[in-house]
C-alpha cells in the first residue's frame, strides 16, 4: 500500500487526497498548519502543537470541527498506516471552500488533512561542519500587521526571503525586522552563543515562539546556562562566539559563517554541541506514543 493522506475524517492514498480549487487555503492562504515530528513511534511535543495550532486558529477566528483529542487519533493513526517510526507530520486546517471571494463567512467547513512522510532539512554534513546564512533585504511582517504567532498558510514573506538566499546559492536567508533587528530565519529561530550566554531574538521581533526553540532553553536552563531574549544586530552576530538555528524539521543546526563572516572558529561550538546531543536524547526517550 502507498503512501496514506488524512482528509476530512478518512485515510485516502495520495493520489486522491485532492482538495477544491475554491478552497480559501489555497486561493487566499486562509487557513493554519503546524509541522510535527515524530521518533522512535513516539510524537514529540504532540500537546505544545496542538496548542499552538489551536491558538493559531483562534487568531484568525477558525473553528477547527475536532476536538484535540480527535485530532491526536487522527496523527496516530495516520502514522500507523503509514508504517512510520520517525517522520515528520504536516498538519493542515484550511478555511474550507467558499466563492471567488474574500470572505470567510461563505466558507461552510474547514478542511483538514494530515500528511506523514520522511524529511532531512539539511544534508548531515551541515550539522557537523555547520551552515552557512545570509541575511536578506526582504523584511520580516511587521507584527501588526500579520503576528507572527499566527502560523498561517500564508507563507509568501518567507518564500521571498528563501528565493533570495536561492539567488546566492545559499541554504538558508535571515531576515531582519522593520527596525533592522534580527528576527529569524525563513523557518527557524535563531539564537547566538557571547561569553557562554545564550541569546535569541524576543516575541517583540516579529519571531514565531518555536517549539524546538523552547525547548532549547529549557534545555539550556537545565544546564545553569544564562539564556537572555532580547534584541541583537547584524555586528552581534559577527562577533559572537557561536550561532546555531532551531525548527522542528530542522531540529538544532549549527551556523558557523553569516554574510561571508566567519563566526567563531569556524566550526560548531561546545555549546551548541551539547545542546544538540541533549536534544538528540530528550527526542529519543519523550513524547505521544502510537
Do not use: W
Request: glycine content about 8%.
Amino acid at each position: 500500500m502507498g503512501q496514506q493522506i488524512y482528509l476530512n475524517g478518512k485515510l485516502v492514498p495520495r493520489e486522491e487526497a485532492l482538495v477544491s480549487v475554491y478552497d480559501h487555503g489555497l486561493l487566499y492562504g486562509d487557513g493554519v498548519f503546524e509541522g510535527i515530528r515524530s521518533y522512535h513511534n513516539r510524537v514529540f511535543k504532540l500537546d505544545e502543537h496542538l496548542d499552538r495550532l489551536y491558538n493559531s486558529a483562534a487568531g484568525i477566528m477558525l473553528e477547527i470541527p475536532m476536538t484535540k483529542e480527535e485530532l491526536k487519533e487522527a496523527i496516530r493513526e495516520t502514522l500507523r498506516a503509514n508504517k512510520l517510526a520517525d517522520a515528520y507530520i504536516r498538519l493542515v486546517v484550511t478555511r474550507g471552500v467558499g466563492d471567488l471571494g474574500l470572505d470567510p463567512r461563505k466558507c461552510s467547513r474547514p478542511t483538514i488533512f494530515i500528511i506523514v512522510d520522511k524529511i532531512s532539512l539539511y544534508p548531515p554534513e551541515y550539522y557537523q561542519e555547520g551552515l552557512e546564512i545570509i541575511t536578506v533585504p526582504t523584511v520580516r511582517n511587521i507584527p501588526q500587521a500579520l503576528n507572527p504567532q499566527i502560523k498561517s498558510l500564508n507563507y509568501l514573506n518567507n518564500i521571498l526571503a528563501k528565493i533570495e538566499a536561492n539567488n546566492q546559492n545559499i541554504q538558508e536567508a535571515l531576515m531582519l525586522n522593520s527596525q533592522g533587528y534580527i528576527a529569524e530565519c525563513t523557518g527557524d529561530n535563531i539564537f547566538i552563543v557571547k561569553g557562554g550566554v545564550l541569546v535569541t531574538p524576543p516575541e517583540i521581533a516579529g519571531v514565531l515562539k518555536g517549539i524546538t526553540r523552547a525547548t532549547v532553553i529549557d534545555l539550556a536552563l537545565r544546564r545553569n546556562l544564562t539564556v537572555k531574549e532580547e534584541l541583537f544586530t547584524r555586528v552581534d552576530l559577527y562577533i559572537s562566539d557561536e550561532c546555531f538555528l532551531t525548527g522542528t524539521a530542522a531540529e538544532i543546526v549549527p551556523v558557523t559563517k553569516i554574510d561571508g563572516r566567519v563566526i567563531g572558529t569556524g566550526k560548531p561550538g561546545p555549546i551548541t554541541k551539547t545542546l544538540m546531543e541533549e536534544f538528540r536524547k530528550l527526542t529519543g526517550t519523550t513524547g505521544t506514543s502510537y
